[in-house]
């Protein structure tokens, strides 16, 4: 017995098996149950006491009715009796009630009571007859309907069933709850927080899953942790001889191959600091140094470097201009980028910057009209290293890590960034930002 507890304890399957059996069982009760209930009290008929039957002529007054038969008296002593009198005869058929549920002339003999009067039977039901001048007496009780009995064994058969299925569903409810537990966990687990774990003291089927998806959390964080660790100190190790080649490079002659040098070295050394940003803003709890600035200055100041761009920098802030709690080198980091792919891609044509405050939460656009990022590339684009050439071409500049760092910083902050392209038309990057970061403000 306690291994068959075991059993269904450790096994989903055999839990809702069970569940559901009863259930069914359960059901087929309550029906047998009401259809027999309902078929016993739809029509209530007693057996006719014997005390009536050995004294049918002092109790059924036929001489009162009279030959021939007096169909008032009749009626009269029907209503007293509460039966039902039927009077045949070669010339007449009679009934006291309009609606004769017997036929009378099929039933058969059961034992005689007197000289004239004996007991018949249809349908397990006793019918008394007397036979007096010439007309036959048949006697038989009315049926007692009893509809509000039969509607109450119906409300109560009803009643019971919604029970049963209520307290199944709370039982399967209760038996599946790890289930929303698990996807929760898993969407978490999706959108990065690698740190999560699912709880559970389950031993069935549901808990070996829960252990799993834990067990998998756990390897994904430990490999990427790695991942990052090996990238964050390679990095660092490449600084060293980057920093050596860049000294060497000073005491070489002036020409076209050491300022070609001297680039390939500063795109290397920028990718190195890039890929450490990344990395610090990847981290569960990036730190941020956030402090209160307005935020349109803040912009236009970032702005001010560009004045020498050719196709001209238009930069709109929306008024009153709102103070924003932000880490503003990041926030410069993620606007130079921007501003800096704009100035690129832009072809020598206008570039428009706007700052506004919907919903008291802040809108960066900068916007361009340079040759824009065809749609197929635009849900990857702010991923690490991808660059879709027709638009982005290495020879242009540029890591393939700018777009995704801007992500990242304004996710740090709690924010967004959307991009909006069309090939030949530029692009519209968008960065909303709360007032304060998420982290800063919990």
Wanted: include cysteine; proline fraction near 3%; aromatic fraction near 6%.
């Amino acid at each position: 017995m306690n291994a068959l507890i075991q059993s269904i304890r450790r096994s989903l399957f055999l839990r809702l098996l069970l569940i559901f059996g009863t259930t069914v069982l359960l059901f087929f009760i309550i029906i047998f149950w009401s259809l027999r209930l309902v078929t016993d009290t739809g029509n209530t008929i007693d057996a006719i006491p014997d005390f009536f039957t050995r004294n049918i002529d002092s109790i059924i007054d036929i001489e009162s009715i009279g030959s021939p038969p007096n169909l008032a008296n009749a009626m009269r002593l029907a209503e007293e009796l509460g039966w039902t009198i039927q009077i045949r005869s070669p010339i007449m058929r009679w009934s006291s009630d309009t609606d004769d549920r017997i036929d009378v002339t099929q039933a058969e003999f059961d034992h005689t009571l007197s000289a004239d009067a004996e007991i018949r039977r249809i349908g397990g039901e006793d019918i008394i007859m007397v036979e007096r001048g010439g007309y036959e007496f048949y006697l038989y009780q009315r049926a007692v309907p009893e509809p509000a009995i039969n509607y109450l064994v119906l409300y109560v058969g009803f009643t019971l069933a919604a029970l049963v299925l209520l307290i199944n569903y709370f039982m399967v409810n209760r038996l599946l709850s790890p289930v929303r537990l698990l996807k929760q966990g898993a969407e978490r687990i999706r959108n990065g927080d690698l740190g999560f774990r699912v709880d559970s003291d389950r031993q069935d089927e549901l808990g070996e899953l829960t252990e799993s998806i834990n067990h998998m959390a756990d390897s994904l964080q430990s490999m990427l942790e790695a991942k990052r660790q090996l990238l964050l100190a390679i990095s660092h190790e490449l600084r060293s001889p980057l920093a050596k080649a860049k000294l060497r490079l000073e005491f070489l002659d002036e020409s076209e191959q050491t300022d070609q040098l001297r680039e390939d070295i500063n795109d290397i050394d920028l990718l190195i600091a890039d890929l450490i940003e990344a990395e610090r803003l990847n981290q569960e709890h990036s730190v941020l140094v956030a402090e209160a600035v307005r935020l349109g200055g803040f912009v236009r100041s970032v702005t001010e470097q560009y004045v020498e761009y050719k196709g001209s920098l238009e930069v709109k802030i929306a008024r009153p201009d709102l103070e924003f709690h932000i880490d503003k080198l990041r926030i410069r980091l993620l606007l130079t980028n921007l501003l800096n792919n704009a100035v690129r891609h832009g072809e020598n044509r206008p570039i428009r910057v706007n700052v506004s405050f919907p919903d008291g939460q802040a809108e960066i656009e900068v916007i361009d009209r340079g040759e824009g990022i065809p749609a197929e590339h635009l849900k990857q684009i702010a991923e690490p290293f991808y660059r879709a050439d027709s638009a982005r071409r290495r020879n242009t500049g540029g890591t393939g890590l700018g777009l995704y760092l801007c992500r990242l910083i304004a996710e740090a902050h709690g924010g967004a960034l959307e991009i909006e392209s069309e090939a030949g038309e530029g692009a519209r990057v968008i960065v909303r930002l709360p007032r304060r970061p998420v982290a800063a403000s919990q």
